[in-house]
């Protein structure tokens, strides 16, 4: 897991990893070799036991401008760029890490998709959100896919059909972001979330993720028995022992790395 030209990668402690989009001067637009590096990035993290936590920001005064549109527009390299923005979805969506998008400035089309695809997301106050792809004669297909079962129907037509920029409020009011605070306490704001995080169980945690998501794929009859069978497992599992243990004794449970 090494830095490239357009991705910073910093451990922050043992548990949680800083990425940093690195484009500042095209407002951190994903292209090809960014969506590549992020995807590498995520693989080889989720490969180190002790890894529990990914921060997510863009260098500069801006998150994520979108898909950057000199290299979409190269028809040569239009459906690699495409497949890539399908990839990086699926990649921090499947992700066992927990994911938090830090995000300032701009979040616009497939940056503010990146946003959505991870577990919270953390604003400044003077962010936008846009998905302006209508007014560029294309559509937020990926990104619609990502939203489909977070927003209601009319938050989504306000995003897709009239497609100007909202605010950070506004995107909290929709469930976009979870917490939106000025900029200087961004860093610390996500810092102290993912502290909260690492408070649970890391198995447990990993697992609970995946359950949420396979809930919203089950079919209705079967989400019960599908989240019985995950409990019975989790609840024979030595971290849940220790889990138990600990509060019994009174005392903080001390987690092994899994």
Do not use: Y
Not at 70 to 89: G, K
Not at 194 to 209: C, F, H, Y
Not at 222 to 241: K, P, Y
């Amino acid at each position: 897991m090494s830095n490239s030209p357009v991705l910073q990668i910093e451990s922050l402690d043992a548990a949680t990893v800083l990425l940093t989009l690195n484009r500042p001067e095209r407002r951190n637009a994903l292209t090809i070799e960014l969506m590549q590096a992020v995807c590498a990035a995520f693989e080889a993290i989720a490969n180190e036991p002790q890894r529990r936590v990914v921060l997510i920001q863009g260098a500069g005064v801006a998150f994520c401008s979108g898909l950057d549109l000199q290299e979409a527009a190269d028809m040569s390299v239009a459906e690699e760029s495409a497949s890539w923005v399908a990839r990086l979805f699926q990649v921090v969506r499947a992700s066992p890490l927990i994911t938090i998008a830090m995000a300032q400035g701009a979040a616009f089309a497939g940056g503010a998709g990146l946003l959505a695809c991870c577990d919270f997301a953390i604003g400044t106050d003077d962010l936008k959100i846009g998905f302006p792809e209508v007014r560029r004669g294309l559509i937020p297909a990926l990104v619609a896919v990502v939203l489909a079962d977070r927003l209601h129907q009319r938050d989504l037509n306000e995003l897709f059909l009239i497609a100007e920029p909202i605010g950070a409020a506004r995107a909290q009011s929709m469930g976009l972001l979870h917490h939106v605070v000025a900029t200087d306490q961004l860093l610390s704001e996500a810092r102290l979330l993912a502290s909260k995080i690492l408070n649970g169980g890391p198995d447990a945690v990993r697992e609970t993720k995946s359950l949420l998501r396979d809930l919203r794929l089950t079919d209705p009859s079967q989400r019960i028995s599908h989240a019985l069978a995950v409990h019975t497992r989790i609840r024979q599992s030595e971290e849940a022992n220790e889990g138990l243990k600990a509060f019994l004794e009174r005392r903080d449970p001390r987690w092994s790395s899994s």
